[in-house]
Every structure is written in C-alpha cells, then in structure tokens.
C-alpha cells in the first residue's frame, strides 16, 4: 500500500524559508519505474493547485508563482520528496500536499492536475505573515 507522509510546514514571516519533506513507502523505484511526484496546495473552499512534479526523468515543471523561489528534489534512495520553499509570501499560504502517480502522465501538461493523481498524503500546513 503506497503511503505518503508530509511534514516541515509552519509559520513564517514573508520573505523567510521553509523546506517540507514527504516520507513514502509501499512502493519501489528503480531504473524501469516511471512515474511523477509532485508537490500541490490548497486553500478552504479553493481548489488543489498544482506546485511542481517531477518525473523519472528527472524532468520538472513549476507553477507560474513558485518559479525562481521554490526547488523540488527526490532522494530516490529513502524515497523522499522535497520542497524548499525560499522567499515565501503570504499568497504561499495553504496545506501542502504530496502526490504520486504510476506511471507518469502521457501529456506533460497534464502533470500538474490534480485529478491526474491517485495517492495523497494527508498534508502539512504553511502560514505566511505579512
């Protein structure tokens, strides 16, 4: 059973750094393994926003908002997913979540719906004073 577990949120002020980590197990990834990982956000009442994949490739996408301040990585030996979020805003301020999906998306635009994935942690939740 794929599990997936967040931690790392908190509160900060704007403009400060935080670095979420997503724990997994339940699965294996290998040279044959495709797949995306990726990192999402949301809001009450609003919808779950994509915030970067990464794939087996290593190829990786980044929303609009987060780009130049956020970096994605996977350390494929503890399987581990990474968000280092630097420069944060108040608009940054959501429940994380990660997600995981086999095998990778067949439209590289597709990469950052929501509905394209299928496993979910329970999420982490990062608040940005102003």
């Known amino acids: 059973e794929v599990h997936l577990l967040e931690s790392g949120g908190g509160s900060v002020q704007s403009g400060g750094s935080l670095t979420l980590s997503c724990a997994t197990s339940?699965?294996?990834?290998?040279?044959?393994?495709?797949?995306?990982m990726a990192w999402f956000r949301q809001n009450p009442g609003g919808e779950r926003e994509g915030v970067v994949v990464?794939?087996?490739?290593?190829?990786?996408t980044y929303a609009d908002s987060v780009k130049g301040r956020f970096t994605i990585s996977l350390d494929g030996g503890n399987k581990t997913l990474y968000l280092k979020m630097n420069s944060l805003k108040p608009e940054d301020t959501a429940i994380y979540y990660c997600a995981v999906r086999f095998p990778r998306v067949l439209r590289p635009e597709w990469a950052l719906r929501a509905d394209e994935y299928v496993f979910w942690g329970q999420g982490t939740q990062v608040t940005v004073s102003s």
């Open positions: 339940g699965f294996t990834i290998n040279s044959g393994t495709s797949y995306c």
């Open positions: 990464i794939d087996d490739d290593g190829v990786t």
